[in-house]
């Protein structure tokens, strides 16, 4: 397919993938360099290392909120700023790699820190995000020589989660409301149809079901919008069509689980069912494993552990108050990602050789009994 | 000793050990041995690779409670399937390796979810017991290059605590009311005579420490029985004796500790402070070091530690109302199997070659210095 | 200045550093090389291998109070005999690094059992402490080989946390009523001034910051005492100049962070937001990195992190009541050394080759770009 792109559409495809000419173009510019890592360290949060990807889902960010859009920038100029600082390895700052946890440290902390636009709350971010770089250094070091897996995004999880447990000892008192420690009850009553307020009348409906799903794609983002979805989608779109569906896929799987369990149908209307599983579809379905009908399979069953793992993670931070960020993908993932070499009917990509979804594809040497889904694109 | 019994009893020769002669027979037979794989994981919860005490062990489970028997089944089916699906190394599935955490995680949701034969829970068990393998594969490639140990039942303990976690979000409120959050209370009264029944008189006799024992052993497979216990230690006799003897060490050893202590006598009486005291001796002494009087030793110490760390993790999750599983056991054997190549006055059996405490024993070269224990029966 | 010192003091210069000449006499007498090794231990809780800084430092626990200097000394012979019992390296033993784990559980178990002097207590000191060496010996064996960074006081926390756990699960009552189980309150009122009893007037003066800055030494040794912590930074005089500086230096950070962020001023002036950042600023201003400008200011900066780390350990067990003790400081030192290879503007010291920060700089290899401070020495 990307093949047919290239004679058809030259524009496109110089948008299209990792952008390789372009970061050629940038080679001997330190500061335009940087701003086109930043972008694609937005873009990564979604393993998209493309920086129009990027600039789409930031513009998504600060239309769906001001405050969130400024944080996630902060946070992901401190953390790529920090990596130059420490001397970390140079071209995986270029591909946004010491970016996308600290955009998501920006943007976690705009949403579980108040108030709005707060100055202390910025310089907040600027530290947790460089504390995020070192977390990333130092977890890369733990799993990627001994089992061939990246942290993903636990930097961002430890630090964020560390973060607002310590802020419980601050008398300022910057934690938002939405933090509140609680014994997790058991036979609570849970209202399980799609809603969007807490009062408002339940919506089973078309519109619910697609706000749900937009919106599973968003919360990845830490934003509440389905508009944002759809920007967060198109961002995906331009890099990797494959990465894209799966996302839909990921997202209504995330749904699904929600509805066959009876979770609450206010976290799920909001997407909070469907962000983990989003995420966790993209990163098995083609990112981390060759695409076939083997590790489609394998994506779709990853994103409902990742969904259990939503409801689990929750329970056991309910005593602190505290989300659940994005733990359950990372532990998800890593579940079905670590056993690669012992499983003989999976086709992994080298963690060195990740790039597009689309990519591994046409460069993948097909494993014997293994069905490629549709035409390769070679 | 076997070498004797190779000659006065070659039927219950048959049947002692591993039974390489019967795998063999079944090679070529795939039906067959399915069911001989799934057999040796019901007993390779207790190390025993050997399809005859996996078959007593299952039947004492069908004895003690018909759901707890079915869920079992059902579990380590859905555990060994999945691992011939993922395509997982073929010599560990005929060993029951993939089998035994599937069991437990069916045995454990028997136990704390309700009601009972419920079709719901059913597919659950497949689910969890499915993700267990996963868990197992991945768990196995973290440890095992590395640290030259196994994941023991870790991907048991994981898969249920995290499902157990999940459930509170679920509408349909499936956990037993066994599961009840509070923080752990300081200075609380406890009752540290044995007893039967919260209500009933404390019974110090011989019955009770009677039942505390055969119940240490019978826990570990979720059956509340001093009948199934026996008929497990029965099971256990017949792959080894040596694992049966520190079976009995290892429950007696966790009740010594919660006479000593004070723990709840009630708990004490139902076997809970034994069953990873047993596990445990049973792992040390014998099946991952090669007996002498200091391994023999190390495991009696070893077992001392499971039985405070099943009161550490029962403090540790009583904000969320969770069991202790066999956490303790995993914690306390790889706290002391890890050190095996630091510690120079030990002997490990090397993970590749575990089969049974007396194999290991004829098998093994001695270490200077180190005084086996009896005659190794060579 | 070590050099300088070799001319103009002699004596000074035999008890300066790890004191190799004085090891090398007592190779052939197993008794006094025991009690050195004991004493080499306890100065290894502030990463000092030197019998005179263990001697002042003891001196310090026992001045401080009896039953302190009592179950460390219990702590550090229960420890360190395990470890000749379990064959362990016998160059790591005499260098004290199998004393400190030891020593700290029963520095620990002292300040959270009651009552004083009890020999229930010091039986369970021996216990905890002889474990807290088979933990030492299998996190080294995880850490060591793979990561080339030691588990620092890992095994001590882990024990530690694991008994007081436990403990609440026995009849006697053993723990202090300082574990309070409570949920983190958010939002609660905090008084931020220093003081010195929670009803005492506030004192935000020279002696109030003085007392924060001493007991942020010796709390690291659970002495909650001024006086203990001038003699216990004059233990760490003898061996090491720049660590005694550090000391200095982190303890003041974690004051700082605690002032800034509107910490407790109950616990700041007691030293607890001190001794873990005051530890930490040792580890890495000097210990395991090669003293330049650049790992000055990565101590400062990992410094701050433990401080905001004492805060967010605090509310994780809040649930269960019990206290951060060390793990602030293995956290933050973990996460800023693991990375060392990662980052090309530091310079690490290999784990085998560490000995004092005078001789680290003496004997390093500067890095190409790196400053080093003042005149090394040689």
Redesign the interface.
């Known amino acids: 397919m990307a093949g047919r792109t290239t004679v058809a559409a030259p524009a496109l495809a110089a948008i299209d993938g990792v952008m390789p000419e372009w970061s050629r173009r940038l080679e001997e510019r330190p500061g335009p360099a940087f701003v086109d890592s930043c972008l694609r360290g937005v873009g990564q949060i979604i393993f998209m290392n493309n920086p129009i990807s990027g600039l789409l889902i930031l513009s998504a960010l600060w239309i769906a909120s001001g405050w969130l859009g400024l944080a996630t920038t902060i946070g992901v100029l401190a953390s790529t700023a920090t990596a130059l600082?420490?001397?970390?390895?140079r071209s995986a700052i270029r591909g946004g790699l010491h970016g996308f946890n600290g955009a998501l440290v920006g943007a976690g902390l705009a949403t579980f820190l108040a108030p709005e636009f707060d100055v202390g709350a910025m310089v907040y971010i600027v530290?947790v995000a460089a504390?995020s770089t070192?977390?990333a250094?130092?977890l890369?070091?733990?799993l990627v020589?001994?089992?061939g897996v990246p942290p993903l995004t636990l930097p961002f999880n430890f630090a964020t989660l560390?973060?607002l447990?310590?802020?419980?000892?601050?008398?300022?008192?910057d934690?938002a409301?939405t933090?509140?420690?609680?014994?997790?009850?058991?036979?609570a009553e849970?209202e399980?149809t799609l809603q969007a307020e807490s009062d408002a009348p339940g919506d089973p409906g078309a519109e619910g079901v697609l706000n749900a799903i937009l919106r599973g794609v968003a919360q990845l983002f830490f934003a509440d919008s389905a508009v944002a979805g759809a920007l967060i989608l198109a961002g995906i779109l331009v890099c990797s069509r494959i990465a894209a569906g799966f996302a839909v896929v990921g997202s209504v799987v995330g749904l699904l689980v929600a509805l066959v369990?009876?979770?609450?149908g206010l976290d799920a209307y909001h997407g909070l069912w469907g962000y983990n599983s989003m995420v966790t579809a993209v990163a098995i379905g083609g990112v981390f494993y060759v695409l076939s009908w083997r590790s489609a399979l394998l994506a779709v069953a990853c994103a409902?552990?990742a969904a259990?793992?939503f409801?689990?993670?929750?329970?056991?931070l309910?005593?602190?108050?505290l989300p659940a960020l994005t733990l359950p993908f990372c532990l998800a993932t890593?579940?079905?990602?670590?056993?690669k070499?012992?499983?003989?009917?999976?086709n992994a990509v080298k963690l060195e050789e990740v790039t597009t979804p689309e990519a591994h594809r046409r460069l993948a040497r097909p494993l014997p009994g293994v069905t490629p889904v549709g035409d390769p694109g070679t």
Chains 1, 2, 3 share one sequence.
Do not use: K, N, Y
């Open positions: 600082l420490l001397g970390l390895d530290g504390f070192v977390l250094a130092t890369a070091r733990i020589p001994a089992l560390a973060f447990l310590a802020a419980f000892a601050f008398a300022s008192g934690l409301s933090i509140e420690p609680q014994l997790p009850a058991l036979g849970v399980t369990v009876g979770g609450d409902v552990v259990f793992l409801a689990a993670v929750g329970t056991l309910a005593p602190l108050g890593l579940a079905f990602l670590i056993l070499d012992e499983a003989s009917g999976l």
